[in-house]
């Protein structure tokens, strides 16, 4: 049954980056389509989310602090959390919460790559953290943020959900942070 899950998992998370690798295929393939405004947005929503990510490296701020009120946040594929969140109160209630309670020391996440075609960035990210039973985490996301000014309105995530899974059941959130 685990290696059943893990083929499942793997093949949600190759379509993932197939599904980026053919986003970033037809932009650069398309003929001169990219108006000056169109570039102008792009480039502002990369720069957006870059400075949220180095916040987050940083521990001043995380991409969430961008969240509208009403985002839609879906996690793909298989994990315990794989659903759409209506809100960003959801969301953060229900998985950055409860997610942060479990660790010792928090995300560190390292950008690969950023994408951006018109309000959707792409961003392509390893992180790492210690869970409070001293044990490391690491994973590898893809999310298509989808921005309206200046802020996340939609956004669909991919991780490994066998290492999600594996550390959401094997500890526990610290008592009183939800």
């Known amino acids: 049954m685990l290696a059943n899950l893990r083929y499942r998992t793997r093949q949600v998370f190759d379509a993932a980056f197939g599904v980026a690798a053919t986003a970033v295929a037809l932009v650069a393939i398309q003929p001169e389509r990219n108006s000056q405004a169109s ?6 929503n990369k720069a ?17 602090d961008l969240l509208a009120p ?3 946040w879906t996690i793909e594929g298989f994990s315990i959390v794989s659903k759409t969140y209506p ?8 998985v950055v919460r409860p997610f942060n309670a479990r660790m010792l020391s928090p995300l560190k996440p390292k950008v690969r790559s950023l994408y951006a075609d018109g309000d959707t960035v792409i961003a392509f990210f390893s992180a790492r953290g210690v869970a409070r039973d001293g044990k490391p985490y690491a994973n590898t996301y893809a999310w298509f943020l989808e921005m309206r000014g200046g802020q996340i309105i939609r956004a669909s995530a991919f991780f490994d959900a066998i290492e999600f899974n594996e550390l959401w059941t094997r500890v526990a959130p610290a008592t009183g942070t939800n």
């Open 70 to 72: 009403d985002a839609r």
């Open 48 to 64: 957006t989310i870059q400075a949220s990510f180095d916040a987050w490296r940083a521990g001043t701020g995380t991409p969430y």
């Open 39 to 44: 570039s102008e947005t792009e480039d502002r």
């Open 87 to 94: 809100t960003k109160e959801h969301f953060t209630r229900e």
